[in-house]
């Protein structure tokens, strides 16, 4: 009888333990942690009761300082993946698995040029996962308080729907940004023709790209708009000049003159690490009554084409001057605006 009498008293013990704790945290399964745990360890009715009221803002703080800390390894990992993906050593490797694939056919991109590549993708990764985080914690504090997600999914359904019509043009954007510096279509300091603005580009983001024309006026140009893209800068270029001579003028020899003139500035020192390869006379463009066209074509640096074509024509004009070449009547010293290969009013440098 003893052992029976102090087994029911136990469970009634339990029972108002428990009675009590329901009278301080609620029923079970609505019951906070922090109350909870507060009640277990003090048995105290006044304590538990302000841990309830505590608990969701205690659960806020720990969820915003978890997701600052996820956040912040995240960017980190990130920061030294995309770090590692601009070493020389690892693009070098993907670039020979690439050949080996026949999936490379262009030359290697430069060390400045992958390094900005990979800051622009890590940035724009890294405000992703910030996002991502962020929305995950907002909910977690939603959920902390008790209020109901269902509803809330709703409402952000129905604004999301009103929202995404006018965020279309934002995601475009994104996305276009995004293949532009996957496919390395052009990178800051490139030359490049969008058709309604041409220039340097000083700032690709993932969002809009930046460019500042010879007349130094800033564009900024959506990349959902750049419907096509004309690189003038990239890996190489070349410089195109057409030369008039008169009609009677002896074609063997200002095309002699042409090519001297070249060729002492591929030698030059001052010039010769710009140019790339042996300017190449390709002969005779056109022929009209006012005289003959010839044109030469000299591979050079990237976005080196202007300086080095400016050069060329003061010294074929000495060559020329120095054969007797004449000019034709009405002079014309180089391609229209507009033109690939067009001389310096059109472009900086």
């Known amino acids: 009888m003893s052992g029976q009498a102090t087994v029911m008293a136990l469970l009634r013990a339990d029972a108002a333990d428990t009675a009590e704790k329901v009278r301080a945290c609620g029923p079970a399964g609505t019951q906070r942690w922090l109350c909870d745990a507060v009640y277990d360890l003090t048995e105290n009715h006044t304590a538990a009761r302000v841990a309830n009221h505590l608990s969701p803002w205690v659960t806020a703080v720990l969820i915003v300082l978890g997701a600052l800390l996820v956040n912040r390894v995240v960017r980190r990992v990130i920061k030294r993946v995309v770090r590692r993906l601009a070493r020389v050593e690892t693009a070098n490797r993907l670039r020979s698995l690439r050949l080996r694939t026949g999936l490379e056919t262009s030359t290697g991109t430069p060390t400045m040029r992958r390094e900005q590549r990979a800051q622009t993708i890590g940035d ?55 293949f532009m510096i996957l496919e390395d279509q052009f990178g800051v300091g490139d030359v490049i023709d969008v058709g309604e603005a041409t220039g340097t580009v000083e700032l690709l983001s993932l969002r809009s790209t930046r460019l500042r024309d010879v007349e130094g006026i800033v564009w900024h140009v959506p990349n959902g708009e750049v419907r096509r893209v004309g690189n003038k800068s990239q890996q190489w270029s070349r410089a195109i000049l ?107 440098r």
């Open 124 to 178: 724009g990764l890294r405000s992703l996962a910030s996002l991502l985080i962020g929305v995950f914690a907002f909910f977690a504090i939603l959920a902390a308080f008790g209020i109901s997600l269902q509803a809330i999914v709703t409402g952000a359904g129905l604004l999301g729907v009103m929202l995404g019509f006018g965020a279309q043009n934002l995601l475009r954007d994104i996305i276009s940004g995004t």
């Open 242 to 348: 057409d030369v008039p001579v008169a009609y009677d003028s002896d074609v063997e020899v200002a095309t002699d003159a042409i090519k001297a003139a070249a060729d002492s500035m591929w030698h030059d020192e001052r010039w010769s690490t710009r140019i790339i390869d042996e300017p190449e006379v390709l002969g005779v463009e056109s022929i009209a009554a006012t005289g003959i066209t010839i044109r030469l074509a000299v591979k050079t640096l990237p976005a080196e084409q202007w300086k080095v074509a400016r050069e060329l024509r003061v010294r074929i004009k000495a060559e020329l001057d120095e054969a007797g070449i004449e000019r034709p009547a009405a002079f014309f010293t180089g391609l229209p605006p507009g033109v690939a290969g067009a001389g310096p009013g059109t472009e900086r």
